[in-house]
């Protein structure tokens, strides 16, 4: 496509690299099709096309971004399913992550939307202020009918709704490394920030998964959260401070007894992790460090599926309705390793009808864009409940939370299952179920 | 008729309709010129205009499937060159001879003219569908072309189709190119006995539901024949021929045995499908031609067969039902009219006597906003209405 | 540097602008009017984005009657409107202009019926092509117009463009696969062609409709026929040393009186590009390939696939290879329909899309090649060689002024080379803005003049996506 930049504009090195973006897409309009918010509003504004062309006008223009525009940039979900159809290679998480810094440098946003923000990027990165946040948010359940009234209100209500689907999940703190004798291999397990709180059991599984096949696993006590929450909400430097602090701490233990692979069980952190090399191309002291912790990132999956793995131990032959996280479809591209390594433990895997389309989690979308969100999740239920699964895996966090919100199917990790086939405890919310 | 242009090029039929349209007087188009049996009645016109001079193939480019021809041209020589590289028209057009008891040859310009399609309509088509191009004469007497010889054109609206199946209301068709299709290496039916009108059709729609290559499927009730024959042709290569034949043998168990019909017990049966042979006797009775839903053609017919006294058979799956009706003051119009009402599909009056075309109306009636865009199109293509005028429509 | 016109905008309706939003509020739901500058952008161009307009205002109705209030509202106070569907027109069909509304049939989405007995589905204008077959196809059947863009183009824009598709070759396109619409004329009145039956009653109105692009009327909902699938289906990949084997192979295969399903045609340039987006195994060694598909019972595909192998064969074909899993058969068609949005990553583009006499295709081929060559610039072809639909992409870059009226210059010519040897301009994109002032190199003026008065019955005051289809200096007449 045609593009428009003043020279001036192109010295930039974001504005340059988005403008090659913006000239590989053809506008061809194939990416419309498979867009969730597109699908549920059917406004070209909020469909990909529509919000590279905004982009671009915007930035074109070296305009200060409008509510409008705003709007409607703050409706994608940055599910990526844009990229997997797009014939063209358009790179569309790119272009957004500027459009987001952008929208952050020259447009004030109201002050509840602030705020709100402002606290889930103060919070979520940090375990320590999230069991803290998830202790309020309980007490203050029988008030959220109240707040959803107030300005900002709703998101915040639906803040509170959401963390009461975590009842199941026990918090907990984080876990040390695991040490193996004579290992095959060292993989840095990443800890996760929500997923320390949330779901140890997940990391849990994995060390019991990755022990048990001869891989040392360290998790650095230093390590930070991976940035992704921060990059979504539009805070750029943050998000690459984060980058910046973890690029440092898995190079230090690359280079105190080496790594193959840095591991990791939420596929949402996957994504920016291996994204780091791209984030930190401008930054001549970190650059190649980074390139070189991207080249290292696995999904837990991947890494799995390339191992010699041992054979199951129990009675399986469940049926799972697989649902693949947009950022580990979309995001990673990883897309059969999860289904082939439950097959593999003898799980009968169902694949879900519309698999391509967000569930509507999206790192802090189901708080900021509730309304959206619950469609997309009710829409996702009724086509994982189509295939009539005992239990449904995947292999986030964020969907594992969203959609167990909405069904009464137990929703697990890929790795519970898998570890609980290979021998290892029963997941919490399994209990029971598996007749 | 006393007068009658029959120019023998474009040139000449342009200059003919002019005249007429400058002297306002309206003008009787025919192809062979042999019936005035057929639509609304045009009594009372001093001219008429024939294109039974205009004939010959201009156009035949086998390797490419295409074959041009001038209006006049008798489908039988169309049909013989065709053969000769074994192709053939795709949509089967009938013979109305039998049905209206003449002996002039059809011509390409009349089947064109009334959209005139057979029983392998369902399968590839009707006769609108392989037209590909068109050159006409407007009633102003403009030489229009529309389409072309290839066979995928969106350029300018699609004045072909609209043409096809006009009846010569709206322009003389002075050139006509087809699509065409080798045929088929193989062609054999598949038929079962003793069924009536509601499991006949489920049987058809059963085939045709099916991946087995049918190109055509008709029901010949009890009431024509000693017993009811309900059959679908299957044709392409050898091999799917014989292989589709089996399978839906197989397909049919439920609904009885299914014989095989070949060579040219198969190939009769489907021309008497096709021209409507079971009705033309007696000539006095009115036939009707009914476009609906298959699923619907048993109920409409059980509807009909308790008001009125009628021979008929289906076509097309069900959804083509030729309809002879043996005694009634109108022709049966209202009882038939009535039946389809609802149905959403459509009556076409074909054969009854001239006073009896005069009285009703010959086609489906039209909805008033569609009949008043018919008129403004009349008004556009023939503004003195020298062509066919009411032919289709009064008015029209 | 952009060559084609666009008509001045009317300076009166221009500044009613602010009445004539108010007054649209009161005919659709709000969430369905689209006015702020911004927003308004999304809409202003299709997939022909060297042209570009911003409308007046957009409106998305959810049902035929908020349709038919906001015509007859445009139509009595002489508002011009662009139909829009999933703006996927390569000709700029749905491009707006200045002081017209867009009216985008997104909303309209719903299926209305299915019925395997009759054989029909009856859907929204707003429903993807692509998601009909998708509804219909867990019972086995699937509806025939494939339109590369089947993803994401809808069946109100097939409708107006009469489009068409690799699978076409065997089905026809869609003016022979559609049995009805609902449709809204400009003066707001819904009227319905055709239905659930074969051949519509009184002049074939329906088969005027399609390929309208827009300018009679808008389409609400269609009965489209549905067919059963084949029992098997096989692509077979023919890779040629030279591209005029390739042309010469398709025109002899059609010549023997054998029509596959499909045959599609791709030179190394386009295989290039669509190998490295879709991984299908195209060979890379070769100067052309041939994409044919073929179905039926195994015996029947095989038997056909000999005599296609031979033919190949004796035009030089040096690969042949036939998809061997489900997975493959959809990597090579993926690769395929993918080709021109694939063709984004090297280079921008014009498609054209004239359709020449099967006989033709080798010598037009060399002769596009000479054509793209003079201008200095360089050609990808893939395009549905079986009915002799070529879609050269004139590849150039859009930032260099001076390349796109380059780009521009070659597809006229090339486009005239089309109709100069018995074709036609567009086989299925249409006409839009990009073809129009080409109009006149295949009809003459009373041609012309008739499609206009035809037009004119329909839509009097031109008010349906006026800038389109007919030359600008034609519209007054009729
Ligand atoms: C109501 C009705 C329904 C019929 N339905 C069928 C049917 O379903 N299937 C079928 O096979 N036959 C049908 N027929 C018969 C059909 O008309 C003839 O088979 C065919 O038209 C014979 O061609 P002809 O050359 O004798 O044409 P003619 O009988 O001379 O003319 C037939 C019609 O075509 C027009 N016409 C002829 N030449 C041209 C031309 N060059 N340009 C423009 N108009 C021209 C005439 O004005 C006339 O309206 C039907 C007839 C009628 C009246
Ligand atoms: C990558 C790519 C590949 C393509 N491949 C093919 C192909 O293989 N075959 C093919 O035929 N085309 C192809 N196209 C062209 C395009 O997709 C088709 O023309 C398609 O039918 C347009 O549909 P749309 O919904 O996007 O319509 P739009 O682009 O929105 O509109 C197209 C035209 O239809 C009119 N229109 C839209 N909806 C209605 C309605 N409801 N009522 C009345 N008028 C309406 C518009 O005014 C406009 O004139 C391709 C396009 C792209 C970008
Ligand atoms: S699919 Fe790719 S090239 Fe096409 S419009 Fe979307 S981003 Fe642009
Ligand atoms: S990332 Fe997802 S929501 Fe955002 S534009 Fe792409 S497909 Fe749509």
Known sequence: MQTNFSLTALADAHVSESEKI?????????????????????????????????????????????????EHIDRCLTCLSCMTTCPSGVHYMHLVDHARAHIARTYTRPLPDRLLRGMLAKVLPFPGRLRLALRVATVSRPIRKWLANLPGGAQLAAMIELSSSFKRRRPTRRLPGATVDRPRGRVALLSGCAQQVLGQNINEAAIRLLTRHGIEVVQPIDEGCCGALVQHLGYESRALDA??????????????GGLDAIVVTTSGCGTVIKDYGFLLRNDNAYAQKAARISALARDITEFLHELPLQDGVRTTGQVVAYHSACSMQHGQQVRDQPKSLLRRMGFVVREVPEGHICCGSAGTYNVLQPEIANRLRARKVTNIEKVKPQIIASGNLGCITQIGAGTRIPVVHTVELVDWAMGGPLPDVLEGCLG | MTDCYKPRDECGLSSAIKDAATAKMPL?????????????PLGGYAMSLTTERMRGVSLYEPTELVIGALPGTPVSEIDRMLAKHNQMLPFEPMDHRVLFGTSAEPTIGGIVAGNVSGPRRIAVGACRDSLIGVRLVTGRGDVVKSGGRVMKNVTGLDLVKLNCGAWGTLGVLSEVIFKVLPKPARSLSVGLGGMNDTTAIAALTAALG????????????????????TIVRLEGSDGSVAYGARELAKLWRSFGRAELIEGDESANLWLRVRDAHWLAQPMDRSIWRLSLAPSKAPHVLADIRQKLGVRYFFDWGGGLVWLAVVDADDAGASVVREAMANTGGHATLVRASSEMRHRIDVFEPLPPAVLKLTQEIKKCFDPDRVLNFGRMYAGI | MSKIRFT?????????????????????????????????????????????????????????????????????????VVPRGAGTSLAGGAIPSEDAVVLGLSKMNRVLAVNYDDRFIRVEAGVTNLSVTAVVAENGFF?????????????????????????????????????????????????????????????????????????????????????????????????????????????????????????????????????????????LDVEALLIVEVEGSDAEMDATLADITAIARANGATTVRESRSAIETAAIWKGRKSAFGATGR??????????????????????????????????ANVFHAGDGNMHPLILYNANDPSQQSKAEAAGDDILRLCVEVGGCLTGEHGVGIEKRDLMRCQFDDADLVQQIRVRAAFDPRWLLNTDKVFPLDFRCQG
Request: charged share 20%.
């Open chain 3, 8 to 80: 001045e905008p009317n300076r009166e309706i221009l500044a009613r602008r602010d009445s004539i939003i108010n007054d649209l509020t009161r005919l659709v739901d709000p969430a369905g009017l689209i006015t702020s500058t911004d927003e308004c952008r999304a809409y202003e161009t299709d997939a022909l984005t060297a042209y570009r307009k911003m409308p007046l205002a957009v409106v998305l109705p959810k049902t035929t009657e908020e349709v038919s209030a906001v015509l007859k509202y445009c139509h009595d106070t002489g508002v011009k």
């Open chain 3, 346 to 379: 090297v280079a921008d583009y014009l498609c054209m899309d004239g359709t020449v006499p099967t006989g033709k295709l080798s010598y037009v081929l060399a002769e596009i090649s000479k054509i793209v060559q003079r201008h200095g610039l360089r050609v």
């Open chain 2, 28 to 40: 009787v188009v025919r192809g062979a010129g042999s019936k005035s049996a057929m639509g609304r």
């Open chain 2, 210 to 229: 099916s991946s087995f290559a049918v190109s055509a499927a008709a029901h010949i009730p009890a009431s024509i024949g000693s017993d009811s024959t």
């Open chain 3, 143 to 283: 509806y025939a117009p494939d339109p590369s863009s089947q993803l994401a183009c809808t069946i109100g824009g097939n409708i107006a463009n009469n489009s068409g598709g690799a699978h076409c070759l065997k089905y026809g396109v869609t003016t022979n696969n559609l049995l009805g619409v609902r449709m809204v004329l400009i003066d707001g009145s819904i009227i319905d062609l055709g239905g659930d039956y074969l051949d519509s009653a009184g002049l074939d109105l329906l088969g005027l409709v399609v390929g309208s692009e827009g300018q009679l009327g808008i389409v609400t909902e269609a009965t489209l026929r549905i067919l059963k699938s084949a029992e098997g289906a096989r692509p077979v990949l023919f890779g040629f040393p030279s591209c005029e084997g390739a042309g010469k192979a398709v025109a002899d295969v059609i010549a023997a009186g054998i029509i596959p399903v499909a045959i599609e045609y791709m030179d190394k340039a386009a295989i290039e590009i669509c190998e490295a987006f879709a991984k299908a195994g195209y060979p």
């Open chain 1, 243 to 256: 980058a910046r602090h973890n690029v440092d701490v898995w190079t230090r233990e690359i280079e105190n």
């Open chain 1, 22 to 70: 913006l000239r590989a897409c053809v506008h061809c309009g194939f990416c419309t099709a498979t867009c969730p918010t597109y699908l549920l509003l059917a406004d070209e504004a909020d469909s990909p096309r529509g919000r590279i062309y905004l982009i671009k006008d915007m930035l074109e223009e070296e305009k200060p971004a409008t509510p409008q525009v705003v």
